[in-house]
């Protein structure tokens, strides 16, 4: 059986990987959001390790919302980043101030 500790570990470093990759790649806003979902993902591991080291469901049912959240969070921002790129043919964070209201 695999420790929580090494599962934390690796939840970790998929979440430094993906903060790192917000902070290496702020040009490209679809490479923002992939990142982002990174993000969630390492925090469902987490989740998913501690419930299954704790015999309980609960990790696995808040996982399942998180990763619905997270799916249609993506949908909505692709859907502006797509509407964006038809008015603006271009995809850049500092070209996004456009967008403020």
């Given at each position: 059986m695999i420790d929580p500790f090494h599962i934390n570990i690796l939840?970790?470093?998929v979440f430094v990987i993906a903060a790192m990759g917000i902070l290496i790649s702020m040009?490209?806003?679809i490479k923002v959001f992939l990142c982002i979902e990174l993000m969630f993902l390492a925090v469902s591991i987490n989740f998913i390790a501690y419930a299954y080291?704790?015999?309980n469901i609960d990790g696995h049912v808040f996982t399942v919302f998180l990763l619905t959240v997270a799916a249609a969070e993506s949908a909505v921002g692709l859907g502006i980043?797509?509407?964006?790129?038809?008015?603006r043919s271009v995809i850049s964070?500092?070209?996004a101030t456009v967008?403020?209201?």
């Open positions: 939840s970790i470093l040009n490209n806003l080291a704790a015999h980043l797509v509407f964006y790129f038809r008015k964070v500092a070209d967008l403020k209201g």
